[in-house]
């Protein structure tokens, strides 16, 4: 592949923008046609022996149907180890929609939101629509600093904390299960609700226990099909504490917001999760991006970068003295698009300078390699 087939626009890749840059700033999964396409048609044809498409979107969901609720606690059973009440379960149209219910659903007015001090941007934009203070907790190694979490606790009594525990955005790291076990005890012994979003936790190849699991008392577990299943299908599965909490936080905002789940999404990830194909998508995704770690593996063989084969992305920590903001403009002026590590914390926090690739993106393997090669000239080993 040449230079001149990307910035002609001829090239035909989601990841490809209309000015021939090519976006490795984003997440999503790589798609997998040859195993996805023919359950996405089996299940459709499936759907439709039983309903007209008109009977099938012809109301919102709410909450989901009892169906799509029983799925998602079969879902979310295999991650929690137990299969929840089908009646905490609540499906939303995203990650992003159920936190910006959960957020104003669960902190009294007053009361802060702790995040990582690097973490999934819109949390912190969300908290701000609503007047919420948010607090940065430091991470390490192995997540959330467990010590620094309990002085946040002690001195400003939080209301909640939003967790990534497998693949952090955008660290890539993954939570141990003594440090788990260490930030769930906390919580409960300060009384902090938990919000833990388990979007990466499927293309894991060892997904550890969540802390929702260790405390579902104070969890609000979630768990999304965008960036595990395909990125156009938008779907997250919800876990409140109780029955009583998902009905009060959720149900309200019907008339006022837009959380709810399309039908026709809704109806196919049921169908999906009913016939066992959820697994056999997932497994051929895990393959893809097997092969994809692979061609990282030899392309940035001879930089400093930190990686686990069921991740999304990759995360460059760059020597002293180099500016993450500057060398994502200088790969963007050469056609490629990442995301400097200043998109990831807030203005009074100054990050460690580093940059985070998307490896998932592009459509083909080519693109990818053609992508990655060009940001290795550009990261000094």
Request: charged share 20%; proline share 8%.
């Amino acid at each position: 592949m040449n230079r001149i087939d990307v910035q002609s626009g001829s090239l035909v890749d989601r990841c490809v923008d209309e000015n021939g840059l090519i976006r490795l700033n984003l997440n999503h999964p790589p798609p997998v046609p040859q195993t996805f396409d023919q359950i996405f048609e089996d299940v459709l044809e499936e759907l439709f022996l039983t309903m007209s498409p008109s009977s099938l979107v012809k109301t919102h969901r709410w909450t989901g149907t009892d169906e799509d609720r029983s799925r998602g606690a079969e879902f979310t059973g295999r991650r929690l180890g137990t299969q929840p009440d089908a009646r905490r379960v609540v499906l939303t149209h995203s990650t992003q929609a159920a936190i910006h219910m959960i957020l104003p659903g669960i902190i009294p007015k007053g009361r802060a939101l702790v995040v990582e001090q690097m973490t999934y941007p819109p949390v912190r934009t969300f908290a701000e629509r609503y007047g919420i203070p948010v607090i940065d907790v430091p991470i390490d190694a192995d997540g959330v600093e467990p010590n620094a979490f309990e002085e946040i606790c002690k001195e400003t009594n939080p209301a909640a904390i939003y967790l990534l525990t497998t693949y952090q955005n955008p660290t890539t790291v993954t939570m141990s299960l003594r440090r788990r076990a260490h930030i769930a005890e906390i919580a409960r012994r300060y009384g902090v609700k938990i919000i833990e979003d388990d979007v990466y936790s499927l293309l894991s190849p060892s997904p550890l226990t969540p802390i929702s699991a260790m405390v579902p008392e104070i969890s609000w577990y979630l768990l999304g099909t965008a960036k595990s299943f395909a990125a156009g299908l938008k779907l997250a599965y919800l876990v409140a504490p109780t029955p009583d909490e998902a009905a009060t936080v959720f149900w309200p905002g019907v008339r006022a917001t837009y959380w709810m789940a399309t039908p026709m999404s809704a109806a196919l990830m049921s169908g999906f999760i009913r016939r066992g194909d959820d697994q056999a998508i997932l497994s051929a995704v895990k393959n893809e991006l097997r092969t994809r770690h692979q061609l990282l593996d030899q392309i940035l063989c001879n930089c400093r970068y930190v990686a686990d084969p069921g991740c999304l992305h990759v995360w460059l920590p760059l020597p002293e003295g180099i500016s993450s903001r500057e060398l994502a403009d200088a790969i963007k002026s050469d056609g490629v698009q990442v995301a400097a590590s200043n998109s990831y914390a807030s203005e009074t926090f100054e990050p460690p300078e580093a940059i985070r690739v998307g490896i998932g993106n592009p459509e083909t393997v080519d693109l990818l390699e053609y992508s990655l090669t060009i940001v290795s000239q550009y990261i000094p080993s």
